[in-house]
């Protein structure tokens, strides 16, 4: 089995950017990218934030060039999923499909992704229609009735920016208060462009092969139901992190993520996170790569004594 000090599993900043830092401090560590494999970024357009690209870039570019700075300074990669993990054996154990490592330290930066709405037409009209990610794919429904499901912050920056192409936009929200930072509320509110469905929730989706024609409305408080003309159906109702595999090995919240005390250690010595996958609250590419370095740091600290 072979056996390696530094192991990073997920490829997206946080990822990369503790690939970056591993590899410079002189391990030679192995990314196990997951498929697909670079992350959130990987479906975003123009990243227009990220310090140090005044123009802007891609999401795809902004990997690419790190996974090309990872490998420049000796990072390898493993394009398969990390299906099984052993923290309570030392070194820590690591399956990536039928391929089994050992490492002295491992940097866990799976990351989230975006929930869907859990009904069966939701799965049927996924990418016809149905997306959780307005900045891929709002760019399709110029002119276009557009839903956004949702009352927290994802959902009102979705809609916000859906606002830039729809010709209406209508947030569906299962409460009547939103649950959106207070200036994310009013700015939903002082949009002309956005109606709100209190109380509502989706009941069904409709359409043919061309994609969604109608979603069905429930009234929660009447339990009245309305067919309504939709062109396209967005996603805000959260993210859950990706450590399905982590269970019951280290700490998690109740919601799933990775806790970490004092920057990126979890609750096991010589395991550490990065990213979305301990980082709820700001889902920032430029976050996710600072913890990865974070990470990076501290796994170096911890072999130097281990
Ligand atoms: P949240 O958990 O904050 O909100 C999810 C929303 O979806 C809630 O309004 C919830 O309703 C609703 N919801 C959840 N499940 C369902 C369901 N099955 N059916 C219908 N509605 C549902 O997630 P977000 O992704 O919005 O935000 C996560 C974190 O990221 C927050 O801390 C947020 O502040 C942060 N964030 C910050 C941004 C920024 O600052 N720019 C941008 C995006 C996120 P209910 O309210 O009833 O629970």
Redesign the pocket.
């Known amino acids: 089995m072979e056996k390696r000090d530094i192991i990073i599993i997920g490829s997206g900043p946080a990822g990369l950017t503790a690939a970056i830092y591993s590899a410079r401090a002189g391990y030679k560590p192995l990314v196990i990218e997951g498929i697909p494999s670079g992350g959130q970024l990987m479906t975003t357009t123009e990243i227009e934030n990220f310090p140090g690209f005044p123009e802007g870039i891609t999401g795809p570019d902004l990997i690419g060039n790190m996974k090309k700075q990872a490998e420049r300074f000796g990072t390898d990669f493993l394009s398969k999923d990390a299906t099984a993990v052993d923290l309570q054996t030392y070194p820590f154990k690591i399956q990536a499909e039928e391929i089994s490592y050992q490492a002295r330290s491992i940097i866990i930066a799976t990351g989230a992704q975006a ?1 869907y ?2 009904i069966p037409s939701v799965e049927k009209f996924r990418g016809r229609g149905v997306s959780a990610c307005a900045t891929c794919d709002g760019f399709f429904f110029r002119d276009s009735i557009i839903y956004v ?9 979705e809609a916000l920016f859906l606002t830039k192409f729809g010709k209406e936009v209508h947030l569906i ?3 009547d208060e ?4 207070k200036y ?1 509320q009013q700015k939903i509110f002082d949009n002309p462009k956005i109606h709100i469905f209190w109380n509502s ?1 989706v009941e069904e989706i409709k359409g043919s092969e061309a994609g969604v024609e109608k979603i069905l409305l429930k009234d929660v408080k009447t339990g009245e139901l309305t067919e309504k003309d939709a062109d396209g159906v967005f996603m ?4 859950s992190p990706a450590t399905k595999i982590f269970e019951n090995q280290l700490k998690l919240d109740d919601n799933g993520y990775i806790v970490c005390n004092r920057g990126a250690k979890t609750s096991v010595k010589g395991v550490f996170a990065a990213g979305d996958v301990r980082e ?4 920032q590419a430029i976050v996710a790569a600072g913890t990865g370095c974070q990470a990076a740091i501290e796994a170096d600290n911890y072999l130097q004594k281990a």
């Not at 499901?149 to 920056?157: H, K, Q, S, V």
């Not at 805000?236 to 993210?239: S, Y």
């Open positions: 929930k709405l859990d499901i949702g009352g927290g912050d994802t959902a009102a920056e929200h299962r409460r939103l649950r959106a930072e994310m929730v805000g109702i959260g993210h709820p609250l700001f889902r």
